[in-house]
Each structure stands twice: as C-alpha cells, then as structure tokens.
C-alpha cells in the first residue's frame, strides 16, 4: 500500500469511528493534481519540502508553470452528500487552476483545468461557482 493509499484508509477508518474524516482533502488534491499533469512525484516532495500549509498562489509549480488547486469531497450521506459549490481562487498568482472533484472514498471522480486568464474571465464577477461552471475547463480526468 502507498502512502496515498495509507492516508486515505486511516482518514476513512476515522471517519467510521468518528462521523467526520480528518481535514486531507487538501493536501490529498495537491498532489493529486501535480501526478495529473504530469509531475513526478520526487519532484513534487522536493518542492513541497520548505512550503508551509497556508502559502499563498501556487501550491505547486511543474514545468516552470504555477499551479493553484482546489478540491471537493461530498459526505457519505445527508444533505451534504452531494457537491454544489466549488471553492472560489482568492488571487490570480498561478497560471493553472486545478478543481478535483472526489468521491466520498477520495477517488477522483472528476479534475477540470483553468488557465488563469480563462478562469479570470469566466469567474471574476461570479459570487457561487457550481461544479457545472468548472466543467466548463479542460478536463483531466
């Protein structure tokens, strides 16, 4: 089992336990996406060696372009137990936006790209972006 896989069967066995998995959503979509486009994952570790959790733009650069990411992950069940809202870029400091859309098992359901002028455009002035509105990127997967 890899360390991916490890992360993902603790954070489910806590959620059975517990009712609410621990906050990996983040980080997991990080490197989710650099292995999406392309980043080995040697050069993704050493990149995020010196980072620190609340950076501001990129959360990872490939190839010299900057990649910002964002993730959802529905319940299990309940009236959360689906995505409708997809976090909204604060800054424009990246090239790439990223949106992974997991199922409740931290599979990849859906991951949709954005170049930065592209998102800009569609999303400045936008107040609640929809899932359907980031399908309107390129998609990854």
């Not at 954070?11 to 980043?39: H, K, M, N």
């Not at 400091?93 to 359901?109: F, G, Q, R, S």
Request: with cysteine.
């Amino acid at each position: 089992m890899n360390i991916r896989q490890q992360l993902v069967s603790t954070a489910l066995e806590w959620q059975r336990r517990f009712g609410v998995a621990p906050a990996i959503t983040s980080a997991l979509s990080e490197y989710d996406a650099a292995i999406l486009v392309g980043c080995p994952e040697e050069d993704y570790s050493l990149y995020m060696q010196n980072r620190t959790a609340v950076a501001r733009g990129a959360d990872f650069i490939h190839g010299g372009k900057r990649y910002q990411v964002k993730a959802c992950r529905p319940a299990n069940n309940g009236p959360r137990a689906r995505v409708w809202h997809v976090p909204k870029a604060k800054n424009y400091k990246w090239d790439y936006l990223i949106w992974v859309h997991y199922t409740p098992a931290y599979e990849i359901y859906e991951a949709w790209c954005w170049s930065v002028g592209d998102y800009r455009a569609a999303f400045d002035s936008v107040t609640i972006i929809s899932p359907d509105h980031m399908r309107k990127g390129t998609r990854l997967k």
